[in-house]
Structures are given as structure tokens and as C-alpha cells.
């Protein structure tokens, strides 16, 4: 990847970030922690990594993404709308009756949504029937699967991770985005899942750790699922900062879900927007 290229998908991410504040606004609670953490993760994925457009987002060959933590959706629907999928406009009707754009992935109403997640855990398991259904089809694609680390207290998360290596799904990557924060305290505190790259390799997987916010560094890890010469799926562990972008937000879980006032809207709007013009010059 080239020195152009990458600025430019670091510029796309901030836009995101400052898309996101501007879609959940002022006074309402929402998901800022887990969306944030992960917008680097999602930046790559649609924009270098995966076979996905608005024009081939029904292509029965396309690749596909699931946001197993669920919460974490809104950070999907600005890549959506980035994409040309979801009107922009439509964006500030998130979370209100009727709307398309729920919480939590709804996969009758939402476009680009492949999977209805949000009861943690389940995600993985499900790209694990999109995989053996597309081997099945002779179909050649791609299942991405982002994860929360407070995700992985899930038990299921681990019976998909056995079955995964056990079926020799080398076209399933499962993204673990580490910011170290649940809703209620830190992982560590709650449920410690460390040591993960172990873990992950005990179960039969192939694993990267990376900083989940060096947009060079993910895609060079995203590249192994194409370029791999194995019978292992992989999985990305992208050490992240909760809240990332926005300094009042960062390494706490206090925003995992929690309204801003008018004072911190803007304060956040404006470190973004402050972000955004240094890398513009």
C-alpha cells in the first residue's frame, strides 16, 4: 500500500468518526465506546479489504461482514452510507420507531446487514454456516466476523472457534477489536480472556496481533486471508482504545453507553474535526 492510499483511508476513518457523532447527536444514550474503537477495523475492511460494493452488495460471490457485538452496528451504518447504501440523510433517524436503523442489526429491514447479531456470541457461529454454505455453493468469498473482547466470556464464541478450525474454513476471519472495556469495567476486571494469541492458536487458528488503529498495520493483516497458503481461519487481534477519537471518551467505560450534553457534542466534533484538517494538509 502506498503512502497516498493510506492517507487516504485515514481520512475516511475520521470522516467516520465525525459521522458517527453527528448520527447519535446530543441527549439520547448510544453506543460511542465500541463503534469508535472499532471504525479503523471497519475502514479497512470496506474500503481495502473485502469484495463489496453498492453494486454488488446482493452478488451471491460477494464477501461478507457480520458485527457480532452487535451494539458496535451504527459504526457499520456510516461505512453503509459511506458506500452509497444507506442515504446519508437517513443516518439521525438511528434508534427511533420505525426507522431502518435500529441498535442492534436487523436483517429483514437494514441493507448490507448480514446477519441480525446483538445477544453476544453468536456472530461467529453464524459466519460459520455463510462459510460451509458458500463451500457447499462453490462460491468464493470471504467471511469477516468482529467481535468484542468482553464477546469472548461468551462460551459459544469458542464452540464456533473449534468448529471453524475443525472444518478447515480458511475464508473465515474473525477481527477481535481488544479495547479492554465492557459495560460495566474492564475486561480484566469482569472476565479475564487474556492470554488470547494462545487461545486462539490452541484452537487450530492462524493469528495476528496488531494495533488496531494503524490503518497500515490492519491491512497487511487483512491481506493474509487472501494470500495464506492454509487450512486455517484467521483472527485479527486489534489492540484498540475504547472511544477512540475523542479524549473525554478514551479508556473508559462510562461511554460504552451513555447521551452527550451539548458542551460534549461539540468538544467531540471539534477534536475530530481538528484531526481531520492535519491530515488534509
Known sequence: MNKADLVELEKKACQARLQLVHMFGQG???????SLSCTDLLT????????????????????????SKGHSVPAQYVM???????????????????TRLQGHPDLLKTPGIEAPTGSLGQGLAFGNGIALAGRMDKLDFKV???????????????????????????????????NRFQSQGTVED??????????????????????????????????????????KPLVIIADTVKGKGVSFMENTYKYHNASLNEEQF????TEILNRLKQLEV
Not at 439520547?28 to 465500541?34: L, M, N, Y
Not at 487461545?199 to 490503518?215: A, E, M, P, T, Y
Not at 461539540?266 to 466534533?269: K, S, Y
Open 144 to 178: 469477516y466476523v468482529m467481535l468484542g473482547d468482553g464477546e469472548l466470556q461468551e462460551g459459544e464464541v469458542w464452540e464456533a472457534a473449534m468448529a471453524s478450525s475443525h472444518f478447515k474454513l480458511n475464508n473465515v476471519c474473525a477481527l477481535i477489536d481488544r
Open 266 to 269: 461539540h468538544q467531540a466534533e
Open 28 to 34: 439520547k444514550a448510544h453506543h460511542f465506546g465500541g
Open 190 to 231: 469482569l472476565m479475564k480472556v487474556e492470554p488470547l494469541e494462545e487461545k486462539w492458536k490452541s484452537f487450530g487458528w492462524n493469528v495476528q496481533r496488531i494495533d488496531g488503529h494503524n490503518l497500515y498495520e490492519i491491512c497487511e493483516a487483512l491481506d493474509m486471508l487472501k494470500k495464506a497458503d492454509t487450512d
Open 80 to 98: 453503509l452510507s459511506m458506500l452509497g447504501i444507506i442515504p446519508e440523510t437517513e443516518l439521525k433517524t438511528i434508534k427511533q420507531i420505525g
Open 44 to 67: 479497512a475492511l470496506y474500503f481495502h479489504a473485502m469484495r463489496y460494493t453498492a453494486e454488488t452488495m446482493y452478488d451471491p460471490s460477494r464477501d461478507r461482514f457480520i458485527m
